[in-house]
């Protein structure tokens, strides 16, 4: 089948309702995206990205089935942010910032040199830290 931008056009003509939750899906993640940032970059602890930082918490020794249960919740919200951000792509919104956020709350191997990598450019460092100065919490320290 030779997928051209007519016959594109027209499978969506034929297809309205995939049009319409592909466009309410990008609006819904673009909100999302906008007031959820914020308010993720002012929940970081300011040491957040130094390595004597790195022990596990007490809840998550103690409990568990609860560490279980956020660390699945947080796999797919970050599945369905990086679904919304390659929708994005190519529909309104943020995609690109809507993929790496939904990185950021997979877990993977390596995802913390990675996210320390990142915030080291004095450019996105820079940025957090004017979030989080707008929400009156401290530097982050890196």
């Given at each position: ?56 918490t007490l809840w998550k020794s103690k409990v568990p089935i ?77």
């Amino acid at each position: 089948m030779e997928l051209s931008l007519a016959s594109l056009i027209e499978w969506f003509k034929e297809h309205p309702e995939i049009l319409a939750w592909l466009g309410g899906s990008s609006v819904f993640i673009f909100c999302f995206s906008i007031l959820g940032v914020s308010y993720l970059v002012s929940i970081i602890p300011e040491d957040y990205f130094l390595p004597s930082k790195r022990t596990p918490t007490l809840w998550k020794s103690k409990v568990p089935i609860l560490r279980l249960a956020v660390l699945v919740i947080k796999n797919i919200i970050g599945i369905l942010l990086i679904m919304g951000g390659i929708m994005m792509l190519v529909l309104p919104g943020q995609g690109l910032l809507t993929i790496v956020t939904g990185f950021l709350f997979l877990d993977y191997p390596g995802k913390f040199i990675i996210e320390r990598r990142i915030v080291s450019y004095p450019a996105i460092l820079a940025a957090l830290n004017w979030i989080r100065k707008r929400n009156n919490k401290p530097s982050l320290k890196v």
